[in-house]
Structures are given as C-alpha cells and as structure tokens.
C-alpha cells in the first residue's frame, strides 16, 4: 500500500495538460507533469502503479516515489518545481583579521632559501605566528584564490 497518494484537482489537471500541450518548459517540470497525470488517483486519473508510470515516462521508480512525497507534503506547485536542497550555511575557517594576516604573509618576502611561499610554508608560519591554532593548506588556497596576490 502506497503512503503518499497523489490525488489531482479538475484544475491542477487542467494546468498539467496546458503545462504539456505547449511543451516549453524545463524538461524535468515536463517530466514532474508527465508523472502526476499517469500516477494520480483520484476520480479522472489512471492511479498507474510507480514501475509502470517509471515505464511510460522513463524516470526511475525512486523518483516518483520521491515526486509523490512531495506533492502531498509541500503541495502541487513544489512537486511540479525542482527541489533545491536546504540552505547550507558553511563556517569560514579563518575570520578578517586572520585573512589578512595570511595575505599580508602571502605576500612578503619568503623565507630564505625559499624562491616563493608554499601553501604548506603559509599555514606552518600562520601556526607559528600564533594567528590561529590550525590551518589546513586547503583552507589557505581558497583564501589566497580571492585576492590579487600572485606570489604563490
């Protein structure tokens, strides 16, 4: 027995066959149409199973399991959008004042017997200075990728 049941309103139908008649949407909204219309239940629709309307429209069966859930837990105009993840907030390694003393670094002479500044050379130093704890070299590209500083 399914858990998510996909019933259609006459006019969520009706938008669905104009979404498909004109043809001039983003493929996978096409495909989300395509779906609803062959796996709905109620009064007008066909209530095909998942494998064969994954079949009939060529997603994988996950999909419209997935299709179902959220057209009856975030709605009709959801289901038919594509879904974005949640926002992700990622923490910045090092705050202004440790950027720039990294830059401020980056760009100095290097150290002696040295041509140029090394990733690994900036984080030890940075480390050593006392500016933070722990720098991944990572950390240390992607900062000194945001500024004009072409030494390294």
Same mark, same amino acid.
């Given at each position: 027995? =399914? =858990?998510?049941? +996909?019933?259609?309103?006459? *006019? ?15 493929v996978?909204?096409? =495909?989300h149409?395509? +779906?609803?219309?062959?796996?709905? *239940?109620?009064?007008?629709g066909?209530? $095909?199973?998942?494998? %064969? ?5 060529? @997603? ?5 399991e997935?299709?179902?859930?959220? &057209?009856?837990?975030? #709605? &009709? ?7 974005? /993840?949640?926002?992700? @907030? ?10 720039? %003393?990294?830059?401020?670094l ?6 002696? /017997?040295? #041509?140029? $500044? ?8 940075? @480390? ?6 722990? +720098?991944?070299?990572e950390?240390?590209? =992607? ?10």
């Open positions: 027995m =399914k =858990k998510y049941r +996909v019933t259609l309103s006459a *006019e969520e139908r009706q938008h669905l066959d104009e979404l498909l008649s004109r043809g001039k949407a983003d996978r909204k096409l =495909k149409a395509q +779906v609803l219309l062959r796996v709905d *239940e109620g009064a007008e066909p209530g $095909w199973t998942d494998e %064969h309307g994954a079949e009939a429209v060529g @997603v994988g069966t996950a999909t419209i997935r299709l179902r859930r959220r &057209f009856v837990e975030d #709605g &009709f105009e959801a289901a038919l959008s594509h879904y974005k /993840g949640p926002d992700r @907030v990622h923490q910045t390694k090092l705050d202004g004042l440790q950027e720039a %003393h990294l830059i401020t980056a760009c100095s002479q290097p150290p002696d /017997g040295r #041509g140029r $500044w090394t990733l690994k050379l900036l984080a030890d130093r940075l @480390v050593a200075l006392g500016h933070i704890d722990a +720098v991944s070299i950390t240390v590209r =992607k900062t000194l990728k945001k500024t004009a500083c072409g030494r390294i």
